[in-house]
């Protein structure tokens, strides 16, 4: 049984940097997608950006509103990172890491995608 767990997050400065990470346990196969995802006040549920894994490495992949900005990185096996720089309260919501074990090589970043969700982390960009 897979399980998500988002660490990171809490109050941050305009202009900040947010660094989130995403563990992942129970996985039975090689081939698994993680994705990050998004929900402000009152808004729906946004995919940010998703790390695929395969046999051969990884693949990453974001949503038109993340490119350039955000960036997703493995720095080990089943963990997936988040980054966001430049922080406005805009960003301001509840994180939400997922998974999924699906051989596809390329992950997505709709959140109707994934089978397993985290608890989430709030966020909260403010002076």
């Known amino acids: 049984q897979l399980q998500v767990v988002e660490s990171g997050g809490g109050l941050v400065q305009p202009g900040g940097f947010l660094t989130l990470s995403c563990a992942v346990s129970g996985l039975t196969s090689d081939y698994h997608d993680i994705g990050w995802f998004r929900q402000a006040p009152g808004k729906k549920r946004e995919g940010l950006a998703c790390y695929s894994y395969t046999r051969s490495g990884g693949s990453t992949r974001y949503a038109g509103s993340m490119k350039g900005r955000a960036a997703v990185n493995s720095p080990v096996a089943k963990t997936v990172n988040l980054q966001l720089p430049d922080l406005t309260p805009e960003d301001t919501g509840i994180y939400y890491c997922?998974?999924?074990?699906?051989?596809?090589?390329?992950?997505?970043?709709?959140?109707?995608?994934?089978?397993?969700w985290g608890q989430g982390t709030q966020v909260t960009v403010s002076s």
């Open positions: 997922a998974a999924r074990e699906l051989m596809s090589g390329r992950c997505v970043v709709d959140p109707q995608g994934y089978t397993t």
